[in-house]
């Protein structure tokens, strides 16, 4: 990695000083501060700047370092929790192994073939009820019995 100038540390300052560079930015101006006394000093200035104004705060307490960090951490598990437990990272989890889906989409894909088959073979001006049993005069035909006529009329 190419080391930063000055003039470039300083831009970053504000962010490093915050947390907020990538993670490679963050080695590079943590190592320019290693050896640049004026980086340092500039970057121990904010930290200054910043306890004094979180003790103009009214009403609020000043938390101590490792009070900061109890409180950093505790956010940041309450955040993983609430990631854990969402309906995003359930579905995630679901299609992590694609099986399942691709399962899903097959069976689909059969039903909408078979569907274009059903309605294929019928004819158009075909209706259920002339397959069961309506003559074309409109009379409904009864069901015979097995060994001789069921009904008087034919």
Not at 77 to 88: P, Q, T, Y
Request: glycine share 10%.
């Amino acid at each position: 990695m190419k080391p930063l100038t000055c003039a470039a540390t300083r831009r970053r300052l504000q962010a490093y000083h915050d947390h907020e560079l990538a993670v490679t930015d963050q080695i590079g101006v943590g190592a320019h501060i290693e050896w640049c006394d004026r980086c340092a000093a500039a970057l121990a200035e904010m930290g200054e700047v910043r306890v004094a104004l979180r003790g103009l705060v009214p009403g609020r307490l000043g938390l101590s370092p490792d009070d900061a960090e109890v409180f950093t951490a505790t956010v940041v598990s309450r955040l993983k929790a609430e990631d854990d437990a969402s309906l995003f990272a359930r579905m995630r989890v679901m299609f992590e192994d694609m099986r399942l889906g691709y399962a899903g989409l097959g069976a689909a894909a059969a039903t909408i073939v078979c569907v274009v088959i059903m309605l294929g073979m019928m004819r158009p001006g075909d209706s259920a009820r002339v397959r069961v049993g309506q003559r074309s005069d409109g009379c409904v035909r009864l069901p015979r019995a097995l060994g001789g006529a069921f009904s008087a009329r034919e």
